[in-house]
């Protein structure tokens, strides 16, 4: 995600950081998403059905639906370290400089990165 900003494409901070990074960035964007869609069906359900929906309004199935939303975000997101591991495992990270921090993705398209 911070290679796409910098000007030669290289991940200025330790290569250890690139996961949790990235980890950062799509849960938020996952967990906007899902919140979102959860407000939209209570609130639709608070008007379709304006008085069941009265009736099962408690805090307790509020934090049990979010405690789920956050599992799910997580989880899915947890690839990112996953992906992470076996290209540590592989040694297909390419590091930069004496302290090996970052990765070298400058130019090369996805079936060139596969290659390496």
Known sequence: VAEAATVDRRWPLPAALCPVANFCFYSSIYL???????????????????????????????????????LVA??????????????ATNGSVETNGPSGGGRDVGGQGFEELQEV
Do not use: D, I, Q
């Open 32 to 70: 906007s998403s899902l919140f979102l869609a959860a407000l939209s069906v209570e609130r639709y359900l608070s008007v379709a059905f304006p008085l069941r929906s009265k009736c099962r309004r408690r805090p307790g199935l509020y934090a049990a639906a979010s405690c789920v939303l956050w």
């Open 74 to 87: 997580t989880s899915h997101c947890s690839v990112v370290f996953v992906a992470a591991f076996g290209e």
